[in-house]
Nanobody, 124 residues
Framework: QVQLVESGGGLVQAGGSLRLSCAVS????????MGWFRQTPGKEREFVAT????????YVTDSLEGRFAISKDNAKNTLYLQMNSLKDDDAAVYYC?????????????????WGQGTQVTVSS
């Protein structure tokens, strides 16, 4: 089992940047697909990016590639989401998640473990 705690959300002006962090604890020696998702009220949770916990496979959803980047620091047991050139419609609650296994996994329902989320608000 793994526990996930997000941080780094907040208020940012449109065009600005923000880096979210996700502290990972528990069975970190197991390989997971780690993901970032986001959700706004009334909408389904949507995939943002994924990375292999052991290894270097990454994928950012096409619509966000070039502005968002996912990375990790295994020594610090931390997952990151760097968000640049933020827009109004990037405002959401951002969640990190994990599922045992490897590969590029983008489906929300497959993920087993979730953090509590961190709010990102973008002001224009």
């Amino acid at each position: 089992q793994v526990q996930l705690v997000e941080s780094g959300g907040g208020l940012v002006q449109a065009g600005g940047s923000l880096r979210l962090s996700c502290a990972v604890s528990g069975r970190t020696a197991v390989n997971y697909a780690m993901g970032w998702f986001r959700q706004t009220p009334g909408k389904e949770r949507e995939f943002v990016a994924t990375i292999s916990w052991i290894g270097s496979k990454t994928y950012v959803t096409d619509s966000l590639e070039g502005r968002f980047a996912i990375s990790k620091d295994n020594a610090k047991n931390t997952l990151y989401l760097q968000m640049n050139s933020l827009k109004d419609d990037d405002a959401a609650v951002y969640y990190c998640a994990a599922v045992r296994g490897t590969g590029i996994i983008t489906t929300v329902s497959v993920y087993e473990y979730w953090g509590q989320g961190t709010q990102v608000t973008v002001s224009s």
